[in-house]
C-alpha cells in the first residue's frame, strides 16, 4: 500500500515533527517525530509492516505493539482525508 498526500494538503517540518493543513478546510494536524518517521516512510513506498519490523527493532517494542502504533497513524491520516492511496 502506497500513499500519497491529497494535492491540497501543505506540509511543515517543525524541530518536535511536522504540521499538515488541510487547505480546504484550513485544519492543522500535528505529527510527533515518530509520526512524522511513518508518514515518510509510507509516502516513499514502504510497506505498513516493514515499519512496523523496523519500530519493534529500534524503539525495543513488540511486533504487535508497533504494528498496532503504525496503523493507528495510517488510519488517523486517512480518516482526515489527508492521504489517498495509490
Known amino acids: 500500500m502506497k500513499l500519497q498526500l491529497r494535492a491540497d494538503v501543505a506540509t511543515t517540518a517543525t524541530e518536535h515533527g511536522t504540521v499538515l493543513l488541510d487547505e480546504r478546510t484550513g485544519r ?7 509520526g512524522t518517521r511513518v508518514l515518510h516512510d509510507l509516502l516513499a513506498g514502504r ?11 529500534t524503539y525495543d517494542l513488540t511486533l504487535d505493539k508497533a504494528r498496532c502504533d503504525v496503523t493507528t497513524i495510517t488510519d488517523q491520516l486517512q480518516a482526515a482525508t489527508l492521504t489517498v492511496r495509490t
Open 28 to 34: 492543522y494536524w500535528q505529527l510527533n517525530p515518530t
Open 47 to 57: 510497506d505498513p509492516e516493514q515499519i512496523a519490523a523496523d519500530f519493534a527493532t
